[in-house]
């Protein structure tokens, strides 16, 4: 059984950092590609950051390129989200994601997910 246990969330100030991990069991954590995804009160979840399942290839946002990123430690099974230069617009649940088949460099939403970690960044 797979599982995604998100932590690191919390109360920030504007231009503040905060770094998320997600730690994942249930299955060999390097054959899978990983993503964030965040969703704000009242608005859609959308697509964060995405690393493929060696760590060679990122994707991200347009509005959290420069400022976020997804890296990840296959030996510690935990996929990491660096986010620097906080912005009240960058509160929202955060989760976790591992992509349902192996190998693929594309995020899968269909994949596993996390229970989510709340990022609040107050102005």
């Known amino acids: 059984q797979v599982q995604l246990v998100e932590s690191g969330g919390g109360l920030v100030q504007a231009g503040d950092s905060l770094r998320l991990s997600c730690a994942a069991s249930?299955?060999?954590?390097?054959?899978?590609?990983m993503g964030w995804f965040r969703q704000a009160p009242g608005k859609e979840r959308e697509f964060v950051a995405g690393?493929?399942?060696?760590?060679?290839?990122?994707y991200y946002a347009d509005s959290v390129k420069g400022r976020f990123t997804i890296s990840r430690d296959n030996a510690k099974n935990t996929v990491y989200l660096q986010m620097n230069s906080l912005k009240p617009e960058d509160t929202a649940v955060y989760y976790c994601?591992?992509?349902?088949?192996?190998?693929?460099?594309?995020?899968?939403?269909?994949?596993?997910w996390g229970q989510g970690t709340q990022v609040t960044v107050s102005s």
């Open positions: 994601l591992s992509n349902r088949n192996a190998w693929s460099s594309s995020i899968d939403e269909t994949g596993y």
């Open positions: 690393i493929n399942w060696s760590g060679g290839n990122t």
């Open positions: 249930g299955r060999t954590f390097s054959r899978y590609a």
